[in-house]
């Protein structure tokens, strides 16, 4: 315990915390869109499992730092288009993650758009309350592997790092409830969460393949948008109250 009040530990602390939650919105905006799928009653069951088992696979990431390091390592080196690729396996999960992704988000927002009645054609597809949680546990990874990189880049010692995680964890638990209902009352809202998974997506692809993307410009585009749909939502009610 001693070793976490240093001066050093608790500013890598709160640092880290401060990371893992900024990192955490492309989880929940996730586990939004998929526990909506599941019945009312199992929705919130579903959000708190799906942010404890994310928690574990990230511990258990740190606990393993030494493989995820490694995990930077190139494979192979080849050039295409002009521009060097390394494969390596985090390289990999990005790329496969993303693509993953990509492909979910297109498939939902086709299915929110293809029919005249979209609840007809909700009623034909089920999910399973354990199917949903391994796609959160299974993007969970995917999210996971850069901020883990990194963590181990800012803090020295793996009691800062575990414990940032389960205070994001914890301050993720409290907010994913009023998130997801949020945006599950609005369609037009859960339509741009589908077009935020869409472009995180195609983020991941472009790093796996070697061209970063700063998240700052991808979490302004978000803002913004959500700042201009927060504005024809305050106009829409104003006309129906008028």
């Known amino acids: 315990m ?42 919130a069951r579903a959000r708190r499992v799906g942010l404890f088992a994310a928690m574990l696979m990230r511990i258990a990431l740190l606990l393993c730092v030494g493989w995820v390091v490694q995990l930077k390592t190139p494979w192979a080196t080849f050039e295409a288009f002009g521009t060097k690729i390394e494969i390596s396996g985090r390289n990999l999960i990005l790329l496969v993650g993303g693509l993953v992704l990509m492909a979910k988000s297109v498939r939902e927002i086709h299915h929110k758009t293809e ?50 995680v389960v205070i994001s964890v914890a301050i993720m638990m409290a907010f994913a409830g009023p998130i997801s209902r949020f945006v599950d009352g609005r369609p037009s809202l859960k339509m741009l969460a589908l077009a935020f998974l869409l472009l995180i997506g195609l983020m991941l692809v472009a790093d796996g393949l070697g061209q970063h993307v700063p998240k700052g410009y991808i979490y302004f585009a978000m803002a913004f948008a959500l700042g201009v749909e927060m504005l024809n939502f305050r106009a829409e009610r104003a006309i129906t109250e008028s």
């Open 2 to 43: 001693n070793e976490l009040l240093t001066t050093e530990n608790l500013l890598a602390l709160l640092t880290l915390t401060a990371l893992e939650i900024v990192l955490g919105i492309d989880n929940i905006v996730f586990l939004a869109i998929l526990s909506a799928k599941l019945p009312q009653e199992q929705q």
């Open 115 to 164: 029919a005249a009645h979209p609840d007809t054609v909700a009623k034909g597809r089920t999910i399973t309350f354990g199917a949903v949680i391994l796609q959160i546990m299974v993007m969970d990874l995917v999210f996971s592997i850069d901020s883990v990189i990194t963590a181990v880049g800012m803090a020295k010692s793996i009691t800062v790092m575990v414990v940032a």
